[in-house]
């Protein structure tokens, strides 16, 4: 089944104590992206990808950081996570740019 | 600044009646328009899109509009049925530094459409 997977789907932190969200898609996509969703704010680009060592800043990249050493995965990192990352995650993938994405079931993150 | 901006945050239709969600937009770069469903606890799943090259798009039950003198799309959904209730993001595409392209989204449309 052509899927977008992300792990874990629901995290509690706290201040400070790095983490990784990871996301894989076995669809042979090209392109990944990570969003964040917040009531009144929809859905912002965080960082995105076009190919395997290609990376980019989106509109909020600040306090994360990804890697896209393989084509199918595109971990989203945070150093040092702070109460305002607080959120629902998503990854996304598709064959070319920005587009068509297929979209993984989101992680729910809480950073107290 | 939005540039996208779908100005009803709610819509309440009848089943078997036509839902109508409508989408703004303020940049004219925008060449490409898509929308997406969104059920809770789910992740958006793409639905439809169209080109700028064109006015309309239909698959199914679901047509979406484009009108670019307006900078107005719109999605229609006919019949409406009870398992279209969920949110509708509109969303809009333009080419963005050399090959990319970079998507703007709308804040949504919650659709309940009631038995």
């Known amino acids: 089944e052509a899927q977008v997977t992300q792990n874990p789907r629901y995290l509690i932190t706290v201040t400070g104590k790095k983490l990784t969200v990871t996301c894989s898609q076995n669809m042979n996509h090209e392109y990944m992206s990570w969003y964040r969703q917040d009531p009144g704010l929809g859905l912002r680009q965080i960082y995105y990808?076009?190919?395997?060592?290609?990376?980019d800043k989106g509109d909020v990249p600040e306090g994360y950081k990804v890697s896209r050493k393989e084509k199918r995965n595109f971990p989203l990192i945070l150093e040092s996570p702070s109460p305002n990352q607080t959120s629902l995650y998503f990854c996304a993938s598709s064959f070319f740019g920005a587009n068509e994405q297929y979209f993984g079931p989101g992680t729910r993150l809480t950073v107290t | 600044d939005q540039q996208v901006k779908q100005n009803s945050p709610s819509l309440s239709v009848q089943e078997g009646r036509i839902s109508i969600l409508n989408c703004d937009y303020t940049?004219?770069?925008?060449?490409?328009f898509l929308w997406y469903k969104k059920y809770p606890a789910e992740g958006p799943t793409f639905l439809i899109s169209?080109?700028?090259i064109k006015d309309k798009n239909e698959d199914g039950r679901f047509t979406v509009f484009l009108n670019k003198s307006a900078k107005h799309l719109s999605l229609h959904i006919v019949p409406s049925q009870p398992g279209d209730s969920a949110v509708y993001f509109c969303?809009?595409?333009?080419?963005?530094?050399?090959?990319?392209?970079?998507?703007?989204w709308g804040l949504g449309t919650s659709l309940a459409v009631n038995p």
């Open positions: 990808s076009m190919n395997v060592e290609v990376t």
């Open positions: 169209i080109s700028s």
């Open positions: 940049n004219s770069m925008f060449d490409y």
């Open positions: 969303a809009a595409s333009a080419r963005h530094a050399g090959n990319n392209r970079k998507l703007i």
